[in-house]
């Protein structure tokens, strides 16, 4: 005798009535297709919600800060937000927008017209669907995945910055040159991607207008917040050329777009008890260079001789050298000279040749005079004991760009043991011997690593405040990193599928209760 069990619609257990202990017990029905969908949902909702949450909060998860006075619990009155080299590229590589997107296709009743019988109007036919689905759809998603890509890249920078500023409130933001991706772009794709820098990536920001930049202004740190929301913008070799390919139009459409290439403006940190005089306030200065036509052959010598005239105004500008409560943060981007292996990219020259020209064509950092030039112009650094304040020089920093892998190093003028002219040496800044030895002058160079996803979208994050005790401005720098751009396309694609996944099961339930 057997006995039938019915344990669910759709499932049925023979068990012999002899061996009923033996048999499984079917009283539980198992879990539904819909179940396993809502706990999967329920998952990708976690998931989705978590992730997001991170994404947006990242700094707060990496711990990214700007460095504060060990002495004191507020922030610093000077927090630069330094973002390096974002190279917005542009559609180049897309179809020409005035050519049809599928080009066999909207060509077939020009040539079915030209066709003299039936026979030939389906050769044409057949050929033109050939090269529609051999040509023209591979073309198109290319093209769309290169427009996906762009407009993805641009809201992925633009969501470094936001992030950023939103929860680390700098008070200043500078990027350190190569804003766009070739200086050998039309005018009309320069102002296409110089409206996505201001619309998409740097939505929220400010060109520094030019009544700002047009001569020396002092400021009061703090006082003016337009600061928090303008845009430092450095000229960089993607951006206006080396000095072979730097021309008057390149420069111009520069400005026009994203502000001066060289400037300088002063803010002073009041002191209770100095009265009104600024000479006895402590002042940061900022000096924005166009380093990339320092070196020669430069095409346009007129532009070369602004830059180094340029240069000339801010050392005459500048306070004596004695007077320590002075620092100058140098914002450039071509990185000062080093030696091989001292950083990731090495000293490279090239130049046109003969026939496309004589001007310098590509380098990596700048010359050894141009550098030592800065160094011993701006800064003062001369290394004679009988030269003002010891042939010390001023305080300060310098902040460049170019390199993408980033580096931090100490350049100083050591004394050479067999009386020979002493030279200038660069070397790792964490691991620097001299820069705690206060006989020698020396400066620190961070050249920030750049902001693209391909180098972990970084940002640097540099403090200054000056301390009562030693007279002295002082530099912290510490950087915060978002992760390649994979994490922020993954992110939102997980909200979508989720958002998509809750929606559909919303439309579900809500048939379900109408039935």
């Excluded at 001292?342 to 950092?365: A, I, M, R």
């Amino acid at each position: 005798m057997t006995r039938v069990v019915k344990v669910h619609q759709q499932l049925r257990v023979f068990c012999p009535s002899d061996a009923r202990r033996y048999c499984i017990n079917f009283s539980y029905a198992p879990i539904s297709m819909l179940a396993i969908f809502h706990r999967i949902l329920l998952l990708l909702i976690i998931l989705s919600v978590s992730s997001t949450i991170y994404l947006y909060t990242y700094p707060t998860s990496h711990r990214c800060a700007f460095p504060s006075q060990h002495s004191a619990h507020h922030p610093a009155p000077f927090r630069l937000l330094a973002l390096g080299d974002p190279q917005l590229e542009g559609d180049s590589s897309l179809p020409n927008r005035k050519d049809a997107s599928f080009s066999s296709l909207a060509s077939l009743p020009q040539d079915l017209a030209a066709c003299r019988s039936i026979l030939d109007g389906l050769l044409v036919t057949q050929r033109s669907l050939k090269n529609f689905i051999a040509f023209d759809i591979p073309r198109a998603l290319r093209s769309y995945r290169k427009q996906l890509d762009l407009l993805g890249n641009d809201y992925y920078l633009a969501h470094i910055y936001r992030t950023l500023h939103r929860n680390l409130e700098p008070t200043h933001v500078t990027v350190l040159g190569d804003l766009l991706g070739s200086q050998w772009i039309s005018d009309e794709e320069f102002d296409r991607r110089g409206w996505r820098y201001w619309q998409r990536v740097f939505k929220d920001g400010q060109r520094v207008d030019d009544h700002v930049t047009g001569g020396i202004q002092i400021g009061s740190l703090g006082q003016d917040n337009d600061w928090k929301r303008r845009i430092i913008n450095i000229a960089g070799n993607h951006d206006v050329g080396y000095a072979g390919d730097m021309t008057q139009e390149r420069v111009q459409r520069f400005e026009r777009v994203f502000g001066r290439a060289n400037w300088e403006i002063r803010f002073t940190l009041p002191q209770e008890g100095k009265g009104d005089n600024f000479q006895d306030l402590p002042e940061l200065r900022i000096v924005v260079l166009n380093s990339l036509n320092l070196d020669t052959p430069a095409t346009d010598q007129e532009l070369q001789l602004q830059t180094y005239q340029f240069i000339n105004k801010v050392i005459g500008a500048s306070r004596p050298v004695e007077n320590q409560t002075v620092a100058t943060v140098l914002l450039t981007h071509l990185p000062l000279h080093k030696e091989a292996g001292v950083c990731v990219d090495s000293p490279l020259f090239d130049f046109y040749d003969d026939d496309s020209g004589t001007g310098l064509k590509e380098q990596n950092h700048l010359s050894y005079n141009a550098g030592k030039g800065i160094l011993e112009g701006i800064y003062g650094m001369s290394g004679h004991p009988q030269a003002p304040y010891g042939g010390l020089g001023r305080h300060g920093i310098i902040l460049t760009g170019h390199d993408h892998e980033g580096c931090d190093v100490y350049h100083h003028l050591p004394f050479d043991p067999d009386g020979e002219e002493r030279r200038w040496a660069a070397e790792q800044w964490t691991s620097s011997r001299h820069r705690s030895n206060a006989t020698i002058p020396g400066i620190r160079e961070i050249t920030v690593r750049s902001m693209m996803g391909e180098f972990g979208g970084n940002a640097g994050l540099l403090s200054a405040w000056f301390d009562d005790k030693s007279r002295q401005w002082q530099f912290e720098y510490s950087t915060c990193s978002l992760g390649v751009q994979h994490i922020w396309w993954a992110i939102h694609v997980l909200d979508l599928v989720t958002i998509a996944l809750a929606s559909l099961a919303t439309l579900s339930n809500f048939h379900t209760i109408r039935q």
